[in-house]
């Protein structure tokens, strides 16, 4: 077997750039990119996992909570999702029927409605406004009839096709340079108000209901990452007799407490007021959170039915440029955004949600992203993960990235998206039976707040990783752990306080993050039915367990990510198929990247690409060498490169290793990210 392996790294050896060149911020050659953009009309059953989506959605009741979770008339139920943004809200009949279909396909059961009230402009890339909600006539009150109409059309075949929907109510708006003056403005509250009855009580003629009163509605976000508590220390927000946020150190401590209070109550009193509307005069039934618990303080939330949270691993930052730090998440030793952002932040006893989550483009390493989200999300006992974002523009049918957050001709991630599903929604990443609760009291958060007054739930995962009471990272990487703000410190007292060390381990044993090779991390994923593998290789024997094992030749960046998922869920030597997905280096068509320079005129790890530079579709991607070994006999297994619709394209031939196993090898030869695996 071993010389199989090295002589099967030997044939698949070809150019790529060294890992000082990487580190140093050099941008691979184009050399040997193929286009490959996902079809968006109709595909092959090698690439359609729809069945794991139970249509139509809401046919088993309203979704509520129950002993922490999101449950229905069936049981528990988790939402495995994305985002629309903006216009993306309001796509032609004929592409919301494409639209449903695929996103089903790829496991998607339930997506955001989001940013509907607001069309984008400057602010957000250089990008022409587009149609929202409202009617373009001036009084940013009354809903556009045509794209009502669409985005009805458009619930209604989520609806059948078993996709949930999150609706997002406030966002932007007019007032999106008054965020935070909700909690205190009677006029913007009773505009809120307005807005929440004109959407969620028109009747959909697609469905016959209103989204009050239809069990298509998953969950309702009153707000989207906008709270007093960080507007207020943004400067947004201030009344002629509030201190300003630089003069409250320097007031008494009882001053403080009670300015801490103020803020408290009416940004509280304005969640719980708005909950109270669309339950008892909207009719309402399905679970509500009011905004992201990293942008105000936990006991403003307490009278919500469940917690939410975004995070992005190295955003953008804003400019002319829009620069991207072009670091892959694997190489933190640490976890990155999931222990950081996410885990840190998860408060004990209701859903926990993950809205928004993205390795942004231009990231080289961007398909790392939603694999690792969704292996964690699946262990730590999540409610919902949502990749952001599907698209954020009204060309529902890009071919090519028009934008750093959108997922629809996002080959080199999208590809991965099946695997994503079967990890989280078919769960075929365990639940930590167990897990970890450290005790962290509202008061103790507020006597922080009042030592360091700052923004929102920043204080929170502040104290929890600096505390005696503090849980490591180390603890997040191995067991299942919500923060408890009713629980007693003393139980803090036994838990594990060293740090995370080169190789951390669920302690379920499916999911590891090494980092014994500095600077070339890997991420596997070991479940009978979902293996995964992304990070930098090394020229490393990748051993994914029950048999199945990886070596990944050269490639353009010397990282790659490969997932295999069982589509019958009975795992790689049983009679069934399996889809194989590898991807690396990919970006638009003619895109140009600037490496930008340090003061000292030495490249970073920093790429940016102005908007003319961002080249067109469609997606160009490298095909990845590699060699896997199955468990299934060589004899009863045939392979085939798939094409962008997934259809059978070429077959990839299966070679006889030790004991009669099957081995593939493919790569470049076969212009594609996936391959269709079948067991006779």
């Excluded at 794209?147 to 989520?158: G, H, S």
């Excluded at 109270?276 to 679970?287: F, I, S």
């Excluded at 859903?351 to 942004?360: G, L, M």
């Excluded at 302690?507 to 500095?518: F, H, L, Q």
Aim: aromatic share 12%; with cysteine; glycine share 8%.
């Amino acid at each position: 077997m071993k010389k199989i392996i090295l002589f099967s790294l030997f044939l698949l050896a070809g150019g790529s750039l060294s890992a000082q060149e990487l580190r140093d911020g050099m941008v691979p050659s184009d050399e040997g990119l193929f286009p490959f953009v996902i079809t968006y009309g109709e595909a092959a059953p090698a690439v359609d996992y729809s069945f794991l989506l139970d249509a139509p959605a809401g046919k088993d009741g309203f979704i509520r909570v129950e002993n922490g979770h999101f449950v229905n008339d069936k049981g528990r139920i988790r939402l495995n999702a994305t985002n629309l943004t903006a216009a993306a809200n309001f796509p032609t009949h004929e592409q919301a029927e494409r639209m449903a279909a695929r996103m089903a396909r790829f496991g998607i059961n339930c997506v955001r409605l989001h940013y509907m009230d607001w069309p984008y402009g400057p602010e957000n890339f250089p990008l022409a406004k587009e149609p929202s909600i409202f009617a373009n006539d001036g009084s940013e009150r009354n809903l556009d009839p045509e794209m009502l109409d669409r985005l009805e059309y458009l619930i209604a075949q989520f609806k059948q096709r078993g996709i949930y929907v999150n609706v997002n109510l406030y966002v932007a708006r007019y007032h999106y340079h008054y965020k935070g003056q909700n909690a205190f403005n009677p006029e913007i509250q009773a505009k809120e108000r307005e807005y929440a009855k004109d959407l969620l009580t028109h009747v959909n003629p697609y469905t016959g209901l209103p989204l009050a009163k239809d069990p298509v509605v998953a969950v309702i976000e009153l707000n989207n990452e906008d709270a007093l508590f960080t507007r207020y220390f943004s400067g947004n927000v201030r009344k002629p007799d509030w201190p300003k946020p630089s003069e409250l150190k320097k007031l008494p401590e009882g001053e403080r407490r009670a300015f801490f209070k103020t803020l408290e109550k009416l940004e509280s009193d304005h969640w719980n007021n708005m909950r109270t509307y669309l339950r008892d005069e909207l009719g309402v039934r399905v679970p509500i959170t009011s905004t992201q618990v990293s942008y105000t303080v936990p006991s403003a939330l307490e009278g919500m039915d469940y917690y939410d949270n975004h995070a992005y691993w190295r955003h953008p930052r804003i400019g002319v440029y829009w620069k991207q730090d072009n670091v892959a998440m694997v190489n933190d030793p640490n976890g990155g955004t999931l222990t950081g952002n996410l885990i840190s932040r998860r408060y004990a006893g209701k859903p926990y949600t993950v809205s928004e989550y993205n390795h942004p483009y231009p990231s080289f390493f961007g398909a790392e992203g939603q694999p690792m989200l969704h292996a964690y999300a699946a262990f730590q006992g999540w409610d919902g993960v949502f990749a952001y974002s599907w698209n954020n523009r009204m060309n529902e049918e890009p071919q090519g990235m028009e934008y750093f957050f959108s997922y629809a001709a996002r080959t080199d991630c999208l590809a991965h998206f099946i695997a994503c599903a079967a990890m989280f929604l078919r769960g075929d990443v365990a639940e930590d039976p167990e897990g970890v609760a450290p005790a962290l009291p509202l008061k103790t958060v507020e006597d922080v707040w009042l030592t360091n007054p700052k923004r929102g739930g920043d204080i929170v995962s502040t104290i929890a990783k600096t505390s005696d009471g503090r849980f490591s990272n180390l603890t997040m990487l191995r067991h299942k752990t919500a923060v408890d703000l009713h629980g007693d410190p003393e139980v803090n007292k036994t838990l594990p306080k060293e740090e995370a060390g080169p190789v951390n381990t669920t302690c379920t044993g499916e999911i590891e993050w090494n980092n014994e090779i500095p600077g070339s991390g890997m991420f596997l994923v070991r479940t009978p039915n979902v293996k995964l593998f992304s990070g930098f290789p090394a020229g490393r024997v990748m051993d994914l367990g029950n048999g199945v094992s990886l070596v990944v030749g050269e490639t353009k960046l010397g990282w790659t990510t490969v997932s295999l998922t069982s589509r019958e869920g009975k795992g790689f030597a049983a009679k069934g198929s399996s889809l194989l997905v590898a991807t690396g280096y990919t970006h638009n068509k003619d895109a140009v990247f600037t490496v930008e320079k340090d003061k000292d005129g030495k490249l970073t790890k920093a790429v940016s690409s102005r908007w003319y530079d961002w080249g067109t579709g469609p997606m160009m991607t490298e095909g990845i060498p590699a060699t896997v070994i199955l468990p299934s006999a060589a004899s009863a297994t045939k392979c085939w490169a798939l094409d962008e619709s997934g259809a059978r394209m070429k077959e990839v031939p299966v070679k006889r290793g030790a004991s009669g196993k099957a081995i593939l090898e493919i790569g470049p030869q076969y212009r594609t990210v996936w391959y269709e695996i079948s067991v006779q």
